[in-house]
């Protein structure tokens, strides 16, 4: 793997006459970690040690990293240095005794997810940050104990790896699957309160804080919560993980589920060209051979979680030092992301992702300025590691094209690797005239097509998109190719949040992209030529 990292390091063996395997022993010798570098003149170890433990390669043998180092680069980061910082969308704890308790015993569970894990998916986003792969993050708004049950994660990840097919073959670039699953529990909230009915009490804040029902009891926050939290999320993930490995992501398979669901929907002419594209590029790997028998990869493929890191003391409580870097890791999923009420200068928030070794994103929302933006970069990847930061864009469809260019151009200008995303949902929810809070599918559709006229225009890549959906047949968006209607919102409206895309709408949308990725793949080919 070539990386800054890798080439800033030979670059200076090559200079001093230093062989790897020597360069290697010095550079881990007691004293001479960073002194060594600066005696030289070269104050840049931390960065990157930095760049290379979030490359995932941390542990090759010519490059030794210690924990002193990491130290070095993080400055006088813990994973408990939020706690001096400004913290906002935190739920009040009545009884702090049980809340410090439920987090020691948490720190005492075994990790979610691995180091090497969310490393792995760094170095996959760094490929789409340089143009060479598409991002793919979807799941629920948020997560419900209620409706925790098997079938409706496989129909989830069952549509996600649907949609991961199809603009697969439409961009020809590798779709990263990342799910809002298996910790997407936590919601930040416009107000504190609520009042209903003369009524005033805590917000909801999410099964793993509170609960929904809007009584004087159940608003109270309960730590127990966390603890069955974590316990759904590794139920979840361990289900996810045999679904992503055990043969149930067979790609043949995957492709029969959309030609079965296109059979039922009024969309399938559009697309029925695409499919059968896909149908006879499959049939032609088969006549030559490559089949999940020959090519086992046929039939697995990797698959990631995500979450809001709202709740910092869940999150602090599961952050772990990876022994082969000395890096912290919040193992509580592979990917975090800080939301746009979170994100300002100074937070609790930015000062928690800033030291862990996740890739993570951030919501970027119309009240962000340029210059904020670049700040925010500056501190949450100093040593600009490609794959390290995702960019989620959530404007709304008729602003998107007034806000997004000035961002684009700021972190091109100043040469920040981010993979930019498309959150078309938060921006563009409504109150439908039945009093359902809803998401027109027309003005999804159109923030994404300004997304990616935004980037076509600044010649960035359109990187990913960034989705609140379900697998489950629910009417929470109106519209699409279906025509789910305002009326017919009360029929299956099952959210415990904000509406979300059902599997019909969710599988439409991935046809509408694969376009806008032809399209792209169209133009890219032309300028080489």
């Known amino acids: 793997m070539t990386t800054l990292a890798g080439i800033k390091i030979r670059r200076f063996r090559e200079a001093r006459g230093i062989s790897r395997a020597a360069f290697g022993t010095w550079y881990g010798a007691p004293g001479s970690t960073v002194q060594g570098w600066e005696e030289d003149g070269k104050r840049a170890a931390a ?58 015993e948490l720190g005492r569970f075994p990790p979610l997810v691995f180091a090497g894990e969310a490393r792995q998916l760094t170095a996959e986003l760094g490929r789409v940050a340089e143009g060479h792969g598409f991002l793919l993050q979807g799941g629920d708004c948020a997560e419900s104990f209620a409706e925790f049950h098997p079938n409706n994660i496989r129909d989830t990840f069952r549509v996600i790896l649907q949609m991961a097919v199809v603009l697969t073959f439409a961009s020809k670039l590798p779709t990263v699957k990342v799910g809002r699953m298996a ?118 493929t990797d698959f990631y979680t995500s979450h809001e890191a709202l709740l910092l003391p869940y999150e602090q409580a599961l952050t772990r030092q990876d022994s082969l870097t000395g890096q912290w890791y919040d ?78 151009r700021a972190v091109k200008r100043e040469g920040h690797p981010v993979v930019w995303s498309c959150d078309p949902m938060h921006g563009n929810t409504v109150k439908a005239a039945t009093g359902y809070k809803t998401r027109p599918f027309e003005r999804i559709l159109a923030e994404v097509r300004g997304f990616f006229a935004v980037h076509r225009a600044e010649g960035t890549h359109a990187g990913g998109i960034h989705a609140e959906m379900t697998g489950q047949d629910v009417t929470e968006c109106t519209g699409g190719a279906i025509a789910v209607s305002e009326q017919a919102l009360a029929d299956r409206y099952h959210t415990h949040c904000d509406p979300r895309l059902n599997a019909g709408q969710s599988i439409e949308l991935a046809f509408l992209l694969a376009e806008m990725l032809n399209e792209e793949l169209a133009e890219r080919k032309k300028a080489a030529a």
């Not at 003369?198 to 029902?213: C, F, K, M, T, W």
């Not at 059968?276 to 499959?282: F, N, P, Y």
């Not at 937070?347 to 300025?369: D, F, Q, T, W």
Request: glycine fraction near 8%.
């Open 331 to 408: 193992t509580s999923a592979h990917f975090l992301w800080i939301g746009d009420r979170t994100r300002f200068e100074g937070s609790a928030h930015v000062e928690y992702l800033r030291g862990i070794g996740n890739p993570i994103g951030m919501k970027c929302g119309p009240s962000l300025e340029p210059d904020a933006l670049l700040r925010l970069l500056d501190t949450l990847n100093p040593h600009r590691v490609a794959g390290r930061m995702t960019l989620i864009t959530r404007y709304g469809h008729d602003k998107i094209e007034a806000h997004l260019p000035a961002l684009v």
């Open 47 to 104: 960065p990157i040690v930095n760049q290379i433990a979030a490359n995932g390669i941390a542990h090759h043998a010519d490059w030794f990293v210690t924990p002193r180092n990491m130290e070095n680069a993080m400055g006088s980061w813990s994973p408990a240095s939020w706690q001096n910082a400004e913290a906002r969308q935190m739920p009040d704890y009545p009884d702090q005794a049980a809340l410090d308790a439920t987090l020691t």
């Open 183 to 300: 910790g997407q529990f936590a919601k930040p909230r416009s107000a504190p309160t609520e009042v209903i009915d003369g009524q005033e009490l805590p917000s909801y804040r999410g099964d793993n804080v509170n609960d929904i029902a809007f009584t004087t009891e159940g608003r109270v926050p309960d730590p127990a919560r966390l603890l069955r939290a974590y316990s759904q999320s590794a139920a979840t993930l361990n289900l996810l993980r045999a679904f992503a490995q055990g043969g149930y992501a067979n790609l043949h398979q995957v492709h029969k589920w959309t030609l079965d669901f296109m059979g039922r929907s009024p969309w399938a002419d559009r697309y029925a060209d695409v499919a059968d594209r896909i149908g006879e590029a499959l049939d032609f790997m088969e006549a030559c051979g490559i089949n999940a028998e020959t090519v086992p990869q046929l039939s697995r």
